[in-house]
Structures are given as C-alpha cells and as structure tokens.
C-alpha cells in the first residue's frame, strides 16, 4: 500500500511472485533406503508427490514429519504446501527365516533367540555339540561349507538358511606295549568310538603272560594274554 501524488494520467502495474516452501526430503538411512524428489524449494500451495525406495533386504515404514507419522504408504501426496517442511522416510530391516539342525541327530543345536524370523545383516549365533562318539566336522548352506567351527556367528542373509551340521565318528588311539625283554604285543592302533580292539600278548621265551595293565592309572585290567 502506498501513496502517491502525480499531475497526469498514470498507470501502475503490481507485480507478484511465488511465494517458495522450502521442502527437505530425508531418509532416516540411505543404507536402507533413499529418497525422491531430492530436497529442494517448492511454489506455495503446490502438490508434491515424494517417493520411498527400499534397498535390498530392507523395507518401508513410514513417512514422518516432525516428528508426526503422516504416512504408511511407501508414495506419498502432499496436498498444498504451505512453508517450510522436513518428510523423513524411515525403513526397517526386512526378516528371513533362520534354521539349523544335526545330521542324524548326532549333535544338539542352539540358536540365539531360537529359530525363526531374524532381522537381516543382524548376527546370530548357533552352536552344536555332538553326542558322545562323534566329532563336528563343518556347518553347511546347501551344499556349500560356510563354517568349521562348532559355533557359527551367522550374519542373515536374504532368503535366511537352513543349516546343517556334519560330524565324523570320533578316532581313538590305542597304544599296547610290552618290556622286549619279556614278549610283544599286538592289536594296538586307531578305532572308532564303541568298537572292540583286541590286544594279544606273546611272552618271549622263558616268560608267562601274568596280567594287563593300564598304562594311565597302572591298575590291573585284565587277565587273560588275549
């Protein structure tokens, strides 16, 4: 409004300009997720449709605008902006299902938090231990061999795993001596968990086989040469 004085005939034009609304779209983590249109300044009362995009193993949440939820719906249509504005759009880990079992129920299985959805990239940790007269020998996903050791740190994958464990039959070791002076023995060597080794004992000339001895504790286990 202004005032003015003049001595003729005068025209006078007004002249407008958009009023502008700063408009900032953010995602909450653009490791999960971006973003568009890209920040930026906008007419006053226009319609803006901005869009989420999830990366993979992650999905769409929500809009939220200081800090109000304003939408579920991964497009969102902002009728009439009116000023400056901030729309954040927030992502969630998507969930994969995670399972592992023994082979042959030769061992028994632990999972963190127990099988089921887990988020993905998180780390789970898994763990078997077999039953007596077995050994844990490799974890595998199908037919690849992920870990070789009993306790398996998984990070989740997309899709998730079934998992195995594999184990072999524990070896033993059974060593039989003898003084030379006196005879030889024989049967010693390398035998699966609950088989049956037989030693023999051969006195040497002038001797008699007398008993067998434990070699850790020296007690006497048994008696008969065979």
Known sequence: KIKLKYDKDTVFTAIFRAIKCGVVTESDNNTYGKVTPASGSYNYDTTLVITASEEPGYKFSKWTYQPTVT??????????????????????????????????????????????????????????????????????????????????????????????????????????????????????????YGATATLTATPAYGYKFKEWHDGTAGTVVAEPAS
């Open 71 to 192: 939408s579920l719906s991964i497009t969102y249509k902002v009728q009439n902006l009116n000023g400056d504005t901030t729309f954040r759009a927030e992502f969630v880990p998507r969930q994969y299902p995670v399972n592992a079992v023994a082979d042959g129920a030769k061992g028994t299985v632990t999972i963190e938090g127990g099988a089921g959805l887990k988020d993905y990239n998180s780390q789970v940790t898994i763990n078997v231990t077999p039953i007596p007269g077995y050994d844990f020998k490799e974890w595998r996903k199908g037919d690849q061999v992920v870990s070789n050791s009993a306790t398996y740190y998984y990070t989740v994958e997309i899709g998730g795993a079934n998992l195995v464990a594999y184990f072999t039959e524990s070896e033993f070791t059974v060593t039989a001596s003898a003084d030379p002076a006196q005879g030889s023995v024989s049967g010693g060597g390398k035998y699966l």
